[in-house]
């Protein structure tokens, strides 16, 4: 039994002193490593760090990306993916488990790269960024182009050549970093910045957008398929060209993009026609107008011309038609004398065709009816007198009731001066002057005296008293005066 207790002269060491101390060992052993593996599991909690592991066809370790290393990678984990990791290894007590701490990595040769690109190409098409039927049309002359690309670059200098050689245009450069770190964020705050400008701003918005970057690797060509950039491609309300890379190079910002060129010079090329060419072609379209409208005159003239040889002769018609109202005048007025004598010879066989006996009895039957009218006529000429008599006798008297004369009767009388004009106020008066003062029984010549009380325009005449009526009051049978 005593052979199975261990030595005591053994030291004894805490867990965490054990953990601590397999800890530095890892650190000091492997300071700094690269590791090739498949991405497994990535995750990225809420603080911002990435937790995953890295795995071959045997063995597995853990992996952490901190979240300051996380901004700084050019491509985002993703699970698949082969890499080449780059770190320190280090120990976590908590779970006696060894783990990398990852500071930056690559993708794993050009195939993992491929790989990559097709299974995110796959993935953004299934949501329709690719689709045709949301391609914008490219305008036919834009007066503003933005220009996505490096202010130091040849790529924005063979672009402003090429619009200045075909036709000048407004440029607008917004520039990026066209490759490594953040450049994709920048390339898609860009396109996202162009489209928020507004209408009529102080900075004017584009009508077209170019995306361009000269030529490279794979790798270096890798921001414009990062799915940040595609879908701002995608989602531009101003239509965009992508210009990434040349002729064989093919990024995913190309397929979301509303037209893709080979290259940057190409993207000019497309954005603008030559202005030469359009001062032909419109000068081809006037001369082909003016072609077309002296075609269309000549047409419509052989088309009058040949109307008109169809039309009669004016003089000649105008000539006929005298001809003709000459005959017509000559047989009107020869005319009712031939009628007369015609009606004349059937008035005589129809008279001799008439018996005494018929004639007697017709003559009688319409002197009956020539009566009969006769008497007829004469009592409506005799009703239509009556009525018009009283209505004459009603108009009569109305008439007499407003009459001068009826005033006279009533004690008034009417003073005129020499030429029958009526005096109707006192300062018309003068001294000698020949009046004549009408009653209702005739007129008095008067003259106007000297000294004589004359009443001023203030003064109001006295009311003559009203004379009584001989009947008493009682109406006499005649109409009333309406004074």
């Keep these: 039994m005593a052979d199975r207790l261990p030595p005591m002269n053994v030291p004894e060491f805490t867990v965490s002193e054990v953990s601590n101390a397999l800890k530095r060992t890892v650190e000091d052993a492997f300071g700094y490593v690269r590791i090739r593996g498949e991405i497994s599991q ?32 050019a491509h985002r984990p993703e699970e698949g993916m082969e890499v080449i990791a780059s770190g320190r290894l280090t120990t976590y007590p908590g779970r006696s488990s060894y783990q990398i701490i990852i500071e930056s990595f690559e993708l794993a040769g050009e195939g993992a790269l491929l790989k990559l690109l097709e299974e995110r ?9 690719f689709a045709e039927d949301r391609k914008q049309a490219l305008p036919r002359l834009p007066e503003v182009i933005g220009v996505v690309t490096s202010p130091t670059g040849a790529v924005i200098r063979d672009i402003l050549h090429r619009l200045q050689d075909r ?65 701002a491609a995608a989602d531009s309300r101003i239509p965009l060209i992508s210009a990434v890379g040349h002729e064989t190079d093919t990024t995913l910002i190309d397929f979301a993009s509303d037209r893709r060129a080979p290259t940057p010079t190409a993207a000019a090329e497309i954005a603008v026609p030559v202005r030469l060419e359009l001062i032909s072609q419109v000068q081809e379209s006037g001369v082909r107008l003016g072609q077309a409208v002296n075609r269309l005159l000549s047409e419509n003239t052989l088309q009058v011309a040949g109307l008109a040889r169809g039309l009669p002769n004016l003089t000649q018609v105008v000539e006929q038609k005298q001809q003709d109202l000459d005959g017509l005048s ?29 004639l007697v009895r017709d003559v009688t039957r319409y002197d009956d009816l020539i009566s009969d009218w006769s008497d007829r006529l004469s009592t409506a000429l005799r009703r239509s007198t009556d009525r018009t008599g009283e209505r004459l006798d009603g108009l009569g008297t109305r008439l007499e009731s407003v009459s001068p004369k009826r005033v006279l009767e009533r004690g008034y009388a009417l003073v005129k001066d020499r030429n029958g004009t ?23 010549g008067v003259t106007v005296g000297e000294g004589e009380s004359r009443p001023t325009a203030t003064e109001s005449p006295k009311s003559a008293p009203k004379p009584k009526s001989k009947t008493g009051g009682k109406p006499d049978g005649r109409q009333g005066s309406f004074l």
Aim: glycine residues 12%; contains cysteine.
């Design 422 to 444: 009526p005096i109707t106020v006192a300062a018309g008066a003068s001294a000698g002057a020949p009046w004549q003062v009408e009653f209702s029984d005739g007129a008095v």
């Design 167 to 231: 036709f000048p245009r407004r440029v607008l450069l917004w520039p990026v970093r066209v490759q490594g770190e953040g450049s994709a964020s920048e390339i898609a705050a860009a396109i996202n910045g162009f489209n928020a400008l507004p209408d009529g701003g102080a900075i004017p918005r584009p009508d077209l957008l170019i995306v361009a970057r000269g030529g490279g690797s794979l790798e270096d060509l890798w921001a414009f398929n990062e799915e940040v950039v595609v879908r």
């Design 330 to 358: 000559e047989r009107l007025g020869t005319g009712p004398a031939r009628l007369l004598a015609a009606k004349g010879q059937d008035l005589s066989v129809i008279a001799a065709g008439l018996k005494p006996t018929h």
């Design 42 to 73: 990535p995750k990225v909690a809420a603080s911002g760090h990435c937790y995953m592991r890295l795995k071959d066809e045997s063995a597995v370790i853990d992996a952490i990306i901190w979240r300051g290393s996380m901004a700084k990678l």
């Design 121 to 129: 190409r796959k993935a953004l098409a299934a949501e329709g960024l």
